[in-house]
Nanobody, 130 residues
Framework: QVQVEEFGGGLVQPGGSLRLSCRAS????????ISWFRQSPGKDREGVSC????????YYAESVKGRFTISRDDAKDAVYLQMNSLKPEDTAIYYC???????????????????????WGQGTQVTVSS
């Protein structure tokens, strides 16, 4: 059974940085597309970033472009979300999600269509506050 876990959330001041990690037991992340989503209180869950399988192309929501970076570490079988210049509006629970289909290339819909994802983590809280 695949279990997805997120790590690295916490409390950070505005302008600060955090790095989130995503790992999965019973599953090798190397070959599959991974996305990060987030949900703020009272709001719908939204896609943040996606990294494709195969060529590792990436896709970002406009709200985080230039501040967040998604990456893989195949040796550690992990996917990261480096978050810089954090703002209070980045406060949310952040989720890692996996598309269990080889050759998936991220596109705008990757951040919209949650039904494309087969596995989800429980989320990690990120709070940006002074």
């Amino acid at each position: 059974q695949v279990q997805v876990e997120e790590f690295g959330g916490g409390l950070v001041q505005p302008g600060g940085s955090l790095r989130l990690s995503c790992r999965a037991s019973g599953f090798t992340l190397d070959y599959y597309a991974i996305s990060w989503f987030r949900q703020s209180p009272g709001k719908d869950r939204e896609g943040v970033s996606c990294v494709s399988s195969g060529d590792d192309t990436t896709y970002y929501a406009e709200s985080v472009k230039g501040r967040f970076t998604i990456s893989r570490d195949d040796a550690k079988d992990a996917v990261y979300l480096q978050m810089n210049s954090l703002k209070p509006e980045d406060t949310a629970i952040y989720y890692c999600a996996i598309v269990d289909r080889s050759g998936y290339v991220c596109y705008a819909g990757s951040l919209l269509y949650e039904y494309e994802y087969d596995y989800w983590g429980q989320g990690t809280q990120v709070t940006v506050s002074s």
